[in-house]
């Protein structure tokens, strides 16, 4: 059974509320999914537009379930690479310049696998050892290269407004500069979220013409304008490009970003224009908006399977990848084997990443024998299963798998798997574990940033360990490391955990001051839970304020705790519905609930007592 099949399999339920009614595509008053969201029923309609993506009520099998609750899993493109070649977006280090993620799901919060680990080209690992530095295997040529050390470590440090001068002198000395030093350098940059300074460079290659610049280039910069500044901005540069150069890859580049961020309404303006331009619907646009709709709505992946199938665009690994996924994380574990199955059948062989996935959700399913059967197949590709087994056998409480795969990869680690052996002790209580793997990580690695340091920090938070972790921070500032939005959030974790509310907050504020370098929604976040237990409803909306200022999208998890805070503190919540409505945020049945418990105009025994007075 096919790709297709299966998704023609699901139309069958438009019976019951399944649509496909022809439409632009935009953001409708949908109901928005939060942990947990129920079908509902809509016209029936089975006209299909030729231009534009069509609206369908859900995405499910014949016997799946309607459950869905949303992930969160993002991606941003490396644009001037290969076929625009995709990283995830969720990785910090001590050079971080960044935008933060979009979170949409509790699961964020346990899960820092997805926050550290994801250093994949496409869910394949591209981490050399220790003392090496991280190539894509997207260019041929960028492989063979090497840039000399000297100058990565001149752009890298230079001050802020000396890039020009760094890069001047190393042009004169005699030295070359092809487009393969300068793929490297670009990936370094992205790769450290350095997004300022690949900026800088960029600017500086097209002002002073050291590279003839082609829609890939453009399309590049485009990228990094939306990252560092805005999406406006992005779209007021695209504007002033020649015509010829406004090519597919370009608008595509801006779609890409604003997926990886979760602006909903944005990447689907972005898609339309690019229909009324006239460009093809390509795979890569079409893996941009799965990934936009598995953080923003699953409902709407059976859209893009649909558009993708009358494109006659074949499914590819990562389209069942985010199948499987979505299926998986709404509890449908009888569709997301169907899926994977499929799959098998259509003879695609699943990633390491996706085999990955099928584990977690049994685990998170609490089918444990299946999850052991997948982590046994694994196991068969060591070299590349060791930083997945390390979390999965540490969730299902087996401290002797986890010290026997460890065992086994300890000889020739990777700084990768280092950090999955520590989150995995870390998440056993085996502390003192953790910290000899880190020794082990901070000896042998040469490139050791502040985003190595992460695990052991969160580690010391959730142990309530204030003086470890102050020291750690310490050792990370003597080793020269910067400290950036994952030392942050450490840093606010362990003051939180501590019961120094107003040291965290300090701590926030102050990262919240910084220029090029804005904290991590999860510190925002850990922030404003803390404050919602308190019943702190000021700070509460202030942390809340601040989130959007800093460019994250608030979604049901930012009201729950927002609402949480005033029903903690026995105060009216006065115009909270409209508030989520101006920001097409839909409440799923646990918001509502809050949300009936927060009405200060709702009926009680108490109010129709008094009124009958």
Not at 83 to 110: K, N, Q, R, Y
Not at 500 to 514: G, N, P, W
Request: charged share 30%; aromatic share 8%; glycine share 6%.
């Amino acid at each position: 059974m096919s790709m297709w099949t299966l998704r023609r399999s699901s139309s069958l339920l438009k019976k019951k509320g399944f649509i496909s009614r022809s439409s632009r595509i935009s953001c409708t008053a949908n109901e928005v999914t939060g942990r947990y969201s129920e079908g509902h029923s809509e016209d029936t309609s089975n006209e299909i537009s030729n231009r534009y993506l069509s609206f369908r009520g859900f995405f499910r099998t014949a016997h799946g379930s309607s459950k869905l609750f949303l992930g969160c899993q993002n991606l941003s493109s490396l644009v001037g690479t290969k076929s625009g070649i995709e990283i995830d977006s969720d990785l910090d280090d001590g050079f971080s310049e960044l935008e933060g993620p979009t979170v949409t799901g509790g699961m964020l919060e346990t899960n820092v696998e997805t926050e550290l680990f994801e250093d994949d080209v496409d869910g394949e690992d591209v981490e050399m050892p220790h003392d090496k530095l991280d190539l894509s295997d997207s260019e041929s040529d960028a492989r063979k290269a090497q840039v000399p050390e000297e100058l990565l470590k001149a752009i890298t440090t230079a001050p802020v407004q000396s890039l020009d001068k760094v890069m001047v002198n190393w042009v004169e000395k005699g030295n070359d500069l092809t487009r393969a030093d300068i793929t490297i350098i670009m990936f370094y940059l992205h790769k450290r979220h350095m997004y300022w300074r690949a900026l800088q460079f960029s600017e500086w290659l097209e002002l002073k013409k050291q590279l003839i610049f082609t829609d890939r280039d453009y399309a590049s910069h485009v990228d990094l304008i939306a990252k560092v500044h805005s999406v406006q901005k992005a779209e007021s540069y695209i504007e002033k490009l020649p015509k010829s150069f406004r090519s597919e890859a370009v608008y595509r580049s801006l779609l890409g970003h604003c997926a990886s961020k979760g602006y909903t309404k944005k990447a689907e303006e972005i898609f339309n224009k690019m229909r009324d331009l006239g460009f093809p619907v390509t795979s890569f646009a079409c893996r941009h908006l799965l990934t936009l709709y598995k953080q923003t709505d699953k409902k709407k992946i059976a859209d893009v399977l649909l558009l993708m199938e009358k494109e006659n665009i074949q499914p590819t690994e990562f389209t069942y990848r985010i199948c499987i996924d979505a299926k998986g994380q709404s509890n449908d574990i009888a569709g997301m084997e169907q899926i994977f199955e499929t799959m098998k059948a259509d003879g695609m062989e699943p990633k390491m990443i996706t085999k990955s996935n099928m584990a977690k959700h049994y685990i998170f399913a609490g089918l444990v024998e299946k999850a052991e059967n997948v982590l046994k197949q694994m196991e068969g590709e060591m070299h590349l299963a060791c930083r997945y087994l390390l979390p999965h056998y540490a969730a299902l409480k087996k401290a002797d798998d986890v010290r026997r795969i460890w065992q086994l990869c300890e000889p020739n680690a990777r700084i990768v798997e280092c950090m999955a052996a520590i989150e995995a002790f870390g998440n056993l209580h085996k502390i003192e574990e953790a910290e000899a793997v880190f020794d082990k990580m901070s000896k042998e690695g040469k490139y050791i940033t502040s985003k190595h340091y992460y695990p052991l920090l969160r580690i010391y938070a959730s142990h309530n360990m204030l003086a470890k972790g102050k020291d750690l921070v310490k050792r990370m500032s003597e080793r020269g490391c910067a400290v950036g939005p994952l030392a942050w959030d450490g840093l606010i974790r362990l003051y939180v955990k501590a019961g120094e509310v107003e040291k965290a907050d300090s701590i926030l504020q102050k990262a919240a001051e910084r220029r090029f370098v804005k904290p991590k929604v999860i510190s925002y976040l850990a922030m404003m839970e803390e404050y919602s237990k308190r019943g702190d409803v000021h700070n509460s909306e202030k942390i809340f304020y601040q989130m959007r200022q800093a460019g994250y999208v608030c979604r049901i998890r930012q009201f729950r705790l927002l609402i949480q805070a005033y029903i903690n503190a026995k105060a009216p919540c006065y115009g909270i519905a409209e508030r989520m409505k101006a920001d097409d945020v839909f409440p799923n049945r646990t918001l509502a609930n809050m949300l009936s418990k927060s009405d200060p105009f709702r009926k009680t025994e108490e109010s129709e007592l008094l009124l009958s007075l």
